[in-house]
Nanobody, 124 residues
Framework: VQLQASGGGLVQPGGSLRLSCAAS????????VAWFRQAPEMDRTFVAG???????FYADSVKGRTTISKDNARNTIYLQMNSLRPEDTAVYYC???????????????????WGQGTLVTVSS
C-alpha cells in the first residue's frame, strides 16, 4: 500500500483545513487507519484513528474540533480540522495497517504503511 498525504498549508488561528490521504496499490477498506502528527522537536503523536471495526478515536487535544473519515470507494482517508490553534502546527502523517488491534490504534509501531507527511502551519 502506498499512501499520499495532501492538503496541508498555512491557516490562521480559528481556521479549518481538510487533509487527504489517498491509498494505492491495495484497498484499505479493511485496514485500521490513523493520523499522527509531529511538531518541531517533538515526538510523533496520535491524532485520530479508525479501527478495523469502524470505531473512531481521537486524542484529547483535538476532540471536538477534528473529524476523521474513510471513503472506501475512493480508497482515501480524511482529517477535517476546525478551530485550529497554533499548537496544531505540525507535519501530519497518515497511516494504515491490516493487523492493528484496537488497543494499539494509537501506537505508531502498529502501522505498516505511512504517507510522506503534509505540513500544517497555524499562524497569524
Amino acid at each position: 500500500v502506498q499512501l499520499q498525504a495532501s492538503g496541508g498549508g498555512l491557516v490562521q488561528p480559528g481556521g479549518s483545513l481538510r487533509l487527504s490521504c489517498a491509498a494505492s496499490g491495495r484497498t484499505i477498506s479493511r485496514h485500521a487507519v490513523a493520523w499522527f502528527r509531529q511538531a518541531p522537536e517533538m515526538d510523533r503523536t496520535f491524532v485520530a484513528g479508525i479501527n478495523r471495526s469502524g470505531g473512531i478515536f481521537y486524542a484529547d487535544s483535538v476532540k471536538g474540533r477534528t473529524t476523521i473519515s474513510k471513503d472506501n470507494a475512493r480508497n482515501t482517508i480524511y482529517l477535517q480540522m476546525n478551530s485550529l490553534r497554533p499548537e496544531d502546527t505540525a507535519v501530519y502523517y497518515c497511516a494504515a495497517g491490516s493487523s492493528v488491534i484496537s488497543s494499539a490504534l494509537a501506537s505508531q509501531d502498529a502501522y505498516a504503511y505511512w504517507g510522506q507527511g503534509t505540513l500544517v502551519t497555524v499562524s497569524s
